[in-house]
């Protein structure tokens, strides 16, 4: 700070000097203010270029945070209706399962069951009414037709742990298979009679296998007269050749498969007469070049037929083939279809049970995940706070301050501005 020479008038060194720390004051007293006034310690990048940028990002941060809790508790009351769904379906099951055990008296006529037939038949229609209502926001959530993953953004980033994929029937049945919780799709249908159908895709696989002729029992029932019938579902069928080769024997191997990777017990001869032995595979040996049968087609005692006297046994491999089964009704006119029934009940029960346990464990997880959501949030809040958050006390000791260094300063200013009259006495 330049020093003032009093002799020298023309330019008042002090009145200068203090000039400025009277700007000074003033400027730091509005930096001040601003703060008390606003409660932040940052309200410009000039304040702060550093803490700016770090307080900018954990702002973005706290909102997507904040958004995320908002996706969880959205996911969550989906789940619940999903759940209130599902509950009701199992109490109509319930119902159903009492009325199935009631058809299954030997004592009811043709009047009484079909009594029990057309209560049966209401139950299917609440059942669909259920799976109709189970919407969100026009989606349907427990599926009618094609059913698809409901994707929820329960994270800040865009990996595949900040999303959550919900889908009930998915979870129940196999993955793809799109069925529905509706009363055909847990095959509790009632009706008058039963229609069965059986769906079949050709082989694929082993180029010498692919020749392959499989067909299906009469009137698409899947059961022969030695098996037990098939329950409905999608089957594979597996063909495996150890390939002998030109001229040489090649062993061949039978086996069906259903949807739950389980293999099916069939009739080990293979023949149309005769009840054979039953297990989960038959071997069969073909001759070399075009592969003759040695006789019949072969029998696995459940309904399907399979013809090999087409293929080339060159190389090994397996082929395979599917069959989708399916049995559209449930009749209970009689005590043992009643109790066919019965079992069917059980099984959508069962199925139920497994959807509504897939919700509770989603819900339980959105749980664990707004917890620690919640406290990542408070500490990022707590991060931004401690940068931008203006401490009110140490703000207000600052003004009190200032604001007597101005009224010292104005004052010293005065003072400045009549010093050079102490020069008229040099003339007196």
């Known amino acids: 700070m330049a020093s003032a020479d009093l002799s020298r008038i023309n330019t008042n ?35 702060d270029a550093a803490g700016f940028t770090i307080a900018s990002k954990l702002k973005v941060k706290s909102e997507g945070l904040g958004t995320a809790l908002d996706n969880i508790g959205s996911a969550k009351n989906l789940m619940t209706v999903a759940e209130g769904h599902l509950t009701n379906i199992q109490e109509i099951l319930t119902g159903m399962k009492s009325k199935a055990q009631q058809a ?13 037939l057309s209560e049966l038949q209401e139950f299917n229609n609440q059942i669909d009414s259920e799976i109709e209502q189970a919407k969100w926001a ?9 059913v698809s993953d409901l994707t929820f953004q329960i994270g800040v980033g ?3 742990s900040d999303e959550l994929s919900f889908n009930v029937a998915d979870n129940t049945w196999a993955t793809g298979t799109n069925t529905t919780f509706n009363s055909a799709g847990l095959n509790v249908v009632a009706s008058g009679s039963v229609v069965k159908a059986a769906a079949t895709a050709g082989f694929t696989g082993a180029d010498d296998l692919l020749n392959t002729v499989f067909a299906v029992g009469t009137s698409s029932t899947i059961n022969g007269t030695y098996g037990a019938e098939l329950a409905a579902g999608t089957y594979t069928l597996e063909i495996s050749s150890t390939g002998g080769g030109s001229g040489a024997a090649s062993s061949v191997t039978i086996r069906l498969k259903d949807d739950g990777g389980n293999y099916v017990s069939i009739d080990q001869d293979g023949t149309v007469a005769g009840a054979g032995d039953y297990g989960t595979s038959i071997s069969y040996s073909l001759s070399g070049g075009a592969g003759a049968t040695n006789g019949n087609a072969v029998d696995l005692g459940v309904g399907i037929t399979i013809d090999l006297d087409n293929v080339a046994t060159g190389d090994s491999g397996t082929a395979t083939a599917t069959i989708t089964y399916t049995q559209a009704g449930n009749s209970v006119s009689t005590q043992a279809l009643s109790q066919d029934f019965m079992d069917n009940v059980d099984a959508a029960i069962n199925k139920v049970s497994e959807g509504l346990s897939y919700i509770g464990s989603m819900i339980n997880r959105l749980g664990f995940q707004e917890e620690s959501l919640t406290v990542a949030k408070v500490n990022s809040e707590a991060a931004y706070s ?25 004052a010293m200013l005065a003072q400045a501005n009549v010093s050079p009259q102490t020069v008229l006495a040099l003339f007196g």
């Open 13 to 47: 060194i002090a009145a200068l000097n203090a000039l400025n720390v009277l700007n000074s004051v003033n400027t730091r007293i509005s930096v001040h203010s601003l703060r008390l006034a606003t409660g932040k310690r940052i309200n410009s990048a000039a304040d």
């Open 104 to 116: 299954a008296n030997g004592t009811l006529g043709s009047d009484e069951r079909a009594a029990i």
């Open 138 to 146: 026009g989606v349907p959530i427990l599926g009618t037709g094609s």
């Open 158 to 160: 865009t990996a595949s």
């Open 386 to 410: 401690r940068i931008v958050d203006a401490d009110m006390a140490f703000e207000q000791l600052e003004t009190t301050k200032l604001m007597i260094l101005q009224q010292t300063a104005t």
